[in-house]
């Protein structure tokens, strides 16, 4: 046992594996690639009825009347609920401001919301009802763009908005609105040599996550509800749910179902109340299945943006100043949009030292479908614009493009447009110099008779519309920062529960957290805290519900920051309490006990110098360790309102990216050969999971540069693309090589160093596609996505 007598030493294959800075596999890996993964519209249960959500065909209109008798008529239709049966006197929810209505009343403000609500005894059931409901709709005029929405007499999507609580804003059909003031912009610009404008159009993108909206609502003997969930954030939703059931958090009971991707598409509600609402009102329980067509309709996409920026340089390449106006379109409800417009502000400079700087981000009101969080929250659209100016400046003063970024790039110690210092690496320029001098892909031989070429390496690829005639080759760079964390003043905390004890004769760990595991791998990261911090090979993961405290979001590249600083801190405090129990046991065995740093290690207690003292098994016995904790990060302020000064960032995190693409300027088709990214991660803890996620991040934003745009007709403000027939995604004929070189410099304010990853790389991937783009053209291109005709002009 290792307790009396002269103690051994640990040997190195006793210690414990699996632990953090290990490419440990993923527990669901197996079960997702084969196809045996319980996602949530797996879920299934006896007597279950199906629901249905009917919803609007128009996007701005009175609704005049709603006659839902001949769909109640309907054979094995349960109920038919509209505004006026639900229960509660809140009859809206939002993640913070409440201006979303559970259905809608009186009106309609976008295309696809949800007017009605069926459950039948079949899925097909419950849709043909939903058909028969007639809906009189009176049209109303749409607003559609900044133009519209400010207009004198334009029509308010919000009337009688209460706005002091979000801000000083100049019109009612603003959500928000921030701006940054610091330094003397006129005499900085009086200084410059050389002064690039440029206005910029970002695409709405969408989330696009193959595991469409699901859930099962079970009503309970005590009148309430179990509601299993594919979800971000199990306790933002049950915040949101439990009023509008008229009902307390107690009795409304969520555990995380299988998530099939979120990417920010599932931080918002969508089906989550409406299952609750039909199961309460039929006593059975009710599963909401999405169908793609609905799952377009049914969560918010990413903010499109017009984004206007000036920029001035002196003659040997150092920034001067910095003008930039960004408008993002936030659609009919508020949801994320106050955020995302204080990262797109705050984040507008991008990497660099710019001293003077004159900055002001809007999020409108309109008839558009509501856009919220999206990987990269307002950094993304902003990161297009700033990385085009940065190549534009490069350009007049002809200087080499990776140069003129070193020569401005920030670092540790810089001040940020808001004052806030940078107090951890910044390592931009080494970024770009790393990416740079990656080694470039071979150039292409083409034959002369084109017999040998690989189409599907081509643009056009197996439409074998090139063998290599009219196809050149660009390459392009870009670099961004993106926050960790939630901001400004956000009491960001999450909670972990952890337990150990002895079973069948061997140390077990046991995590519980109410983190949503969304393919993340926070799942994975987690069990390797746990190894790490008590020592123990077997781990379990609970399942994640509300039974335990707020995680909060999967989002904002968090989670293993926050939720993991919260596992480690949590095991830290039972590792103490089992180190307590052994010094009350054996304390009188050893002197090492009471003056040795004790660790636990490969399911021993050992000393710092390797010394076994004990089993943790016998430290244990029959006894449980079992404590809950919360864990916050460093607190965040908000932004000065009038000047947005504050210390509004908990962390950053930067990734450079260059891209190789090979353009057929004959028929404007695209072909990314290469995306090549250099990213700081602070200290990797599964570094395969790590290039997992900068890979992903770099496809993520690759399609928005060159495919991916939800249409919105610009006239009826309704959407032409809800489908993955027309809203274009980039498959794995699509993904090019994505070499990785990560970079480890501790954060030493972060739990292990670490650096929030999973945003970062989507941001610098467009801009650097955009770039090789116009370097293989010549052409301008200011938007987002690139499409054939922008490059032949037809």
């Not at 209505?101 to 079949?122: F, I, M």
């Not at 031989?445 to 690829?461: C, I, K, T």
């Not at 016998?618 to 006894?623: A, P, Q, R, T, Y």
């Amino acid at each position: 046992m290792g307790v009396t007598g002269s103690p051994t030493n640990i040997n190195q294959g006793s210690r414990t594996k699996g632990g953090i800075g290990e490419s440990t596999l993923r527990p669901d890996g197996i079960l997702k690639v084969t196809g045996e993964f319980a996602y949530s519209s797996d879920m299934w249960h006896e007597d279950m009825l199906w629901g249905h959500t009917l919803r609007s065909t128009v996007a701005h209109a009175e609704i005049v009347s709603i006659d839902v008798s001949e769909a109640l008529a309907t054979s094995g239709v349960y109920a038919v609920l509209t505004y006026d049966d639900l229960p509660a006197e809140m009859k809206n929810y939002g993640l913070e401001i409440q201006d979303t209505p559970v259905l809608a009343h009186g009106r309609v403000r976008h295309h696809g919301e949800p007017v009605a609500l069926v459950a039948a005894d079949h899925p097909e059931t419950a849709r043909r009802a939903a058909a028969k409901i007639r809906i009189d709709y009176r049209e109303l005029p749409v607003v559609t763009d900044e133009a519209s929405a400010t207009a004198p007499g334009a029509p308010l999507i919000h009337e009688g908005r209460d706005d002091h609580h979000i801000g000083h804003v100049p019109h009612p059909n603003i959500v928000h609105r921030q701006p940054i003031v610091r330094g003397d912009v006129a005499q900085a610009e009086a200084r410059a040599d050389v002064i690039v404008k440029g206005d910029y159009y970002f695409g709405m993108q969408d989330q696009a996550f193959l595991g469409p909206e699901s859930g099962l609502a079970v009503p309970a003997e005590d009148g309430g509800v179990d509601l299993y969930v594919a979800t971000q954030w199990l306790h933002s939703d049950l915040r949101q749910i439990a009023p509008v059931l008229g009902l307390p958090e107690d009795k409304v009971r969520m555990t995380l179902s299988g998530v099939g991707g979120a990417f920010g598409g599932r931080e918002d509600l969508s089906m989550q109340i409406h299952a609750c609402l039909l199961a309460l009102r039929t006593g059975k329980p009710v599963k909401i299945v999405y169908n793609r067509f609905e799952s377009f309709f049914g969560h918010v996409h990413r903010h499109p943006a017009r984004l206007h920026y000036e920029h001035g340089a002196t003659r040997d390449g150092k920034l001067t100043h910095m003008r930039c106006r960004i408008v993002l379109d936030g659609g009919a409800y508020a949801s994320a949009s106050p955020a995302v417009v204080g990262n797109a502000s705050s984040l507008s400079a991008g990497p660099y030292v710019i001293d003077n700087v004159d900055i002001e981000a809007i999020a409108l009101y309109t008839n558009n479908p509501p856009c919220g969080a999206m990987r990269g929250f307002g950094a993304v659209q902003a990161c297009f614009a700033y990385e085009a100016q940065m190549d534009k400046l490069a350009a007049a003063l002809d200087m080499d493009p990776v140069e003129f970024r070193q020569l401005n790039a920030m670092e540790q110690g810089t001040l940020l447009p808001t004052g806030q210092q940078v107090d951890s690496p910044a390592p931009v320029a080494e970024l770009l110099r790393r990416v740079k001098a990656m080694p470039l892909p071979p150039e292409r031989q083409w034959e002369s008779a084109g017999e040998h070429a690989d189409v599907r390496a081509l643009p056009g690829g197996l439409s074998n519309t090139t063998h290599g005639e009219g196809v050149v080759r660009g390459v392009g760079y870009a670099v961004g920062i993106k926050n960790v964390g939630f901001s400004e003043g956000f009491d960001d905390y999450s909670t972990a529960r952890v337990r150990m004890e002895v079973i069948g004769g061997e140390p077990v760990a046991t995590v519980h957290t109410a983190m949503a595991e969304v393919g993340q791998g926070g799942v994975t990261v987690h069990a390797q805290i746990a190894r790490t911090e008590l020592g123990v090979s077997q781990v379990t993961i609970h399942p994640a519900d509300t039974k335990v405290g707020s995680a909060g979001s999967t989002s904002a590249s968090r989670q293993t920051y926050v939720t993991g600083g919260a596992v480690k801190n949590s095991c830290e405090a039972v590792r103490e309490q089992v180190l307590e129990l052994g010094r009350r046991k054996f304390g009188t065995y050893h002197p090492a006990w009471a003056t040795a740093e004790l660790l636990l290690e490969g399911g021993k207690v050992v000393t710092d110098g390797g010394e076994v003292l004990a089993d943790i098994a016998d430290v244990l016995e029959d006894e449980a360790v079992d404590i809950e904790l919360e864990w916050r990060h460093r607190p965040t302020e908000p932004f000065d309102l009038r000047t947005g000064q504050g210390n509004g960032h908990v962390q950053y995190s930067f990734a450079a990216h260059r891209a190789v693409v090979e353009v057929d300027t004959e028929l404007g088709l695209v072909k990314v050969v290469e995306l090549a990214c250099a990213q700081d991660v602070g200290k990797a803890l599964n570094p395969l999971s790590v290039v997992g996620q900068i890979q992903g991040g770099t496809i993520q934003g690759m399609g928005i540069a060159v495919m991916e745009e939800i249409i919105v007709d610009p006239v009826t403000a309704k959407v032409r693309n809800p489908s993955f027939t027309d809203y274009l995604l980039p498959t794995i004929l699509d993904t090019p090589t994505i070499p990785v070189d990560v970079l480890e410099l501790a954060d030493d304010h972060a739990p292990y160093g670490l650096r929030g990853i999973g945003e970062a790389p989507t941001l610098s991937s467009t801009p650097a596609v955009l770039a090789a783009i116009r370097n293989a053209t010549g052409l301008e291109l200011d938007r987002t996505p690139v499409r054939p005709e922008h490059l032949t002009g037809v």
